[in-house]
């Protein structure tokens, strides 16, 4: 489901956002500040972005595929910086387009978080829904790998 207008409506919202995760008023266990350079201007982006920590790595998922502007940033520039609380960590983004990868994610944030679940189902995952049916809906999103490289906290 395509929601243009949704998320330019959101998108006011992201300033007051990013100043409330600073304070700690946002759960950084399920929030983090994403910093990309953007593709245009080359300056720093800050978007709060939900993640998943898996082996060391953090998984983003692009609810707006490749329409996101952190995603079509990242696609230009790699290179990007994860906040998570107070840590900071630099990092190198993979860009994931394999429906049966980011099915995979969708089974695992479904079972950390019931929540996720609800929000598939508002994307069009049926009730009742089998491996295909995840797969579908994840044809049509996206996902970005973050690994850390070098020192954090700088």
């Not at 201007?41 to 998922?61: H, K, M, S």
């Not at 490749?66 to 900071?88: K, L, M």
Request: hydrophobic share 40%.
């Amino acid at each position: 489901m395509n929601r243009p207008g949704l998320y330019r409506w959101m998108r006011r919202f992201v300033p007051a956002i990013i100043r409330r995760y600073q304070r700690g008023l946002v759960p950084s266990r399920l929030v983090a500040l994403l910093t990309t350079t953007g593709r245009k201007t080359g300056l720093p982006r800050v978007t709060p972005v939900q993640y998943e920590a898996i082996d060391g790595a953090y998984y983003i998922g692009s609810a707006r595929g490749v329409e996101a502007d952190w995603y079509r940033n990242i696609q230009a520039c790699p290179e990007v910086e994860i906040q998570i609380g107070g840590r900071r960590e630099r990092c190198v983004a993979e860009l994931i387009s394999s429906p049966e990868r980011i099915a995979d994610f969708f089974v695992l944030r479904m079972r950390r978080n019931a929540f996720v679940g609800l929000l598939l189902r508002l994307e069009g995952l049926p009730l009742i829904y089998h491996r295909c049916d995840l797969e579908a809906l994840a044809a049509r999103k996206t996902m970005v790998v973050l690994r850390p490289v070098g020192e954090s906290n700088y």
